[in-house]
C-alpha cells in the first residue's frame, strides 16, 4: 500500500511511500495536491538506501528522514543533495522541524552501555551546527516517542506509556505528553485517561489532535485536546482511519490518508477536508496496479 509521511505546511504537496508497481520503482515520492500533478521519485529503495520517517521542513525545500533506520539525513530538494546530521549508529529516529526550520527534535531510543541515560530520550539538533543536546524538563532527560514541534515554536508534544491514572501499577496507556521550551513545564494533556493516544498533530499552538483507541469499547478515532486542560473530545472525521499517524495540514484544513482502491485490494492515498462528515471532498491521489511482469518489484541498485 502507499503510506504517507508528511503534508508540507502551506499544503501544496506531501511525501509517501510506493511499493513497486506499473506506476513506479519502490522508494519515496513527493505529489503535488493540483490537479495535474504528477509523482517525483525522492529516494528509491535499494539494498543500501531505505529512507522512512520522512518530514518537509517548514519552508517545503527540505526532508528529513532516516536512512536505513541508523542516523537522520536531510536532503535538499532543490540541488537533489543529501547530508547526514547525526552520527548515532542505529540510534536516532522520528524527527521533526521546529518553525523556524534551523532545529529538529528526533528520539534517541537506546541508552549505549555504560552510558548516562541524558544520551538517549529526545534531543535537539541545531540543524546548521550539528550541536546536538538533550531536551530537559526538571533536569531530567525527556522521553517519549513520535515528538512533534509546536507552530509557535514554544512546546514539544510527544506519546509516552504510562499508568492510565498515574498510580504506579496501574496499567499503562500512551498519553500525550508537552514539554515547555521556554520553562521546562513538563504536562501530561490526557491525564486519568484509559485511551490509547499516539501520534500528536498540533491543530494549533494551543490544540493538539492525536489518534486514539479505547480497550474498554474498542472504539477507535481522532480526539482533540486543548494544552491548557479538559478533557479530550472527538474530532468529528477519523483523520487516519485505517493506519496512523495523522498526516494534515491544518493551514489549508486538509489531510491525507490511506485507504482501499476501487477494488478493494490494495491502499491508495485520498485528500480530504478535515471536517468534512459526509466524504463529499474525498480526492483518490495515487493509484496501485500489480506488475505481474516484476519489472519493478526488485530493489533498485
Not at 523556524?100 to 527534535?105: A, E, K
Not at 543536546?133 to 506509556?161: A, C, M, V
Request: glycine share 10%; proline share 7%; hydrophobic share 35%.
Amino acid at each position: 500500500m502507499d503510506w504517507a509521511y508528511d503534508i508540507s505546511s502551506d499544503g501544496s504537496f506531501f511525501v509517501y511511500r510506493h511499493r513497486a508497481s506499473v506506476e513506479g520503482i519502490r522508494g519515496v515520492y513527493s505529489l503535488g495536491l493540483s490537479d495535474s500533478a504528477r509523482p517525483i521519485l525522492l529516494m528509491a529503495d535499494s539494498a543500501s538506501y531505505l529512507a522512512t520517517d520522512c518530514r518537509i521542513s517548514p519552508d517545503g525545500m527540505q526532508i528529513v528522514y532516516s536512512k536505513g533506520f541508523q542516523d537522520l539525513y536531510i536532503m535538499n530538494l532543490t540541488a537533489q543533495t543529501h547530508t547526514q546530521i547525526t552520527f548515532t549508529s542505529g540510534n536516532a529516529n522520528g524527527p521533526d522541524w521546529d518553525p523556524t526550520g534551523r532545529y529538529i527534535v528526533y528520539q534517541r531510543p537506546v541508552i549505549p552501555t555504560g552510558s548516562p541515560d541524558s544520551l538517549a530520550g529526545l534531543r535537539i539538533l541545531n540543524v546548521q551546527t550539528l550541536e546536538d543536546y538533550s531536551l530537559r524538563h526538571d533536569g531530567q532527560p525527556t522521553f517519549g516517542t513520535n515528538p512533534r514541534w509546536s507552530p509557535d515554536g514554544t512546546k514539544i508534544s510527544f506519546e509516552r506509556d504510562v499508568p492510565w491514572n498515574g498510580v504506579v501499577g496501574s496499567p499503562g496507556r500512551y498519553h500525550i505528553f508537552t514539554v515547555s521550551l521556554v520553562d521546562g513545564t513538563y504536562m501530561d494533556v490526557t491525564p486519568n485517561d484509559k485511551w490509547d493516544n499516539e501520534f500528536p498533530t498540533w491543530y494549533s499552538a494551543s490544540r493538539i489532535l492525536f489518534e486514539s483507541y479505547s480497550y474498554d469499547t474498542n472504539e477507535h478515532g481522532t480526539r482533540t485536546v486543548s494544552i491548557g486542560g479538559g478533557r479530550p473530545v472527538a474530532w468529528p472525521v477519523d483523520l487516519a482511519p485505517f493506519v496512523p499517524p495523522i498526516v494534515a495540514s491544518p493551514t489549508t484544513g486538509e489531510f491525507v490518508y490511506c485507504g482501499h482502491d476501487s477494488s478493494g485490494k490494495y491502499g491508495v492515498l485520498f485528500l480530504r477536508s478535515m471536517t468534512d462528515i459526509s466524504g463529499t471532498t474525498i480526492r483518490q491521489l495515487t493509484t496501485f496496479s500489480p506488475d505481474s511482469a516484476s519489472a519493478h518489484s526488485g530493489l533498485v541498485p
